[in-house]
């Protein structure tokens, strides 16, 4: 089994939609996979949270299935959703002076990807 982490950094929300589709196909596919979600795209936790807003039923299906396996501490807090992804019960990672690290993931085995 192969180990992908996709670090989405930007907020547009079509470019985080390919991320969650990518996420959504690794695991249909039995590999491991988690999306780390840092710079701009943290400003999408709180909206893709509203049903009614495009992509919101992907953002759930990820959230159901655990596909997000750590959100930045330092940016989520710049972009006012820190509080929005502890209530939807995210990891919130700052292990790297507010942020999550790269290399820790790469020295864990997974292949990584930026969005």
Same mark, same amino acid.
């Not at 596919?29 to 999306?35: C, L, T």
């Not at 002076?97 to 990807?113: E, I, T």
């Given at each position: 089994m192969s180990k992908y982490a996709l670090y989405a950094f930007n907020g547009e929300p079509m470019c985080f939609m390919h991320v969650m589709l990518y996420a959504l196909d690794f695991h249909?596919?039995?590999?491991?996979?988690?999306?780390?979600?840092?710079?701009?795209?943290?400003?999408?936790? %709180?909206?893709?949270?509203?049903? *009614?807003?495009?992509? /919101?039923?992907?953002?759930?299906e990820i959230r159901e299935k655990s596909l997000i396996g750590a959100v930045c501490q330092a940016?989520?807090?710049k972009m006012g959703t820190l509080d929005a992804a502890r209530e939807q019960g995210l990891n919130i990672d700052g292990s790297l002076? %507010?942020?999550?690290?790269?290399? *820790?993931?790469?020295? /864990?085995?997974?292949?990584?990807?930026?969005f």
């Open positions: 249909a596919r039995g590999e491991e996979v988690k999306i780390v979600m840092e710079g701009s795209a943290t400003r999408l936790i %709180g909206e893709l949270a509203d049903p *009614a807003v495009p992509f /919101a039923a992907l953002y759930r940016c989520s807090n002076k %507010g942020h999550p690290s790269m290399a *820790a993931d790469l020295q /864990a085995g997974y292949q990584v990807f930026t």
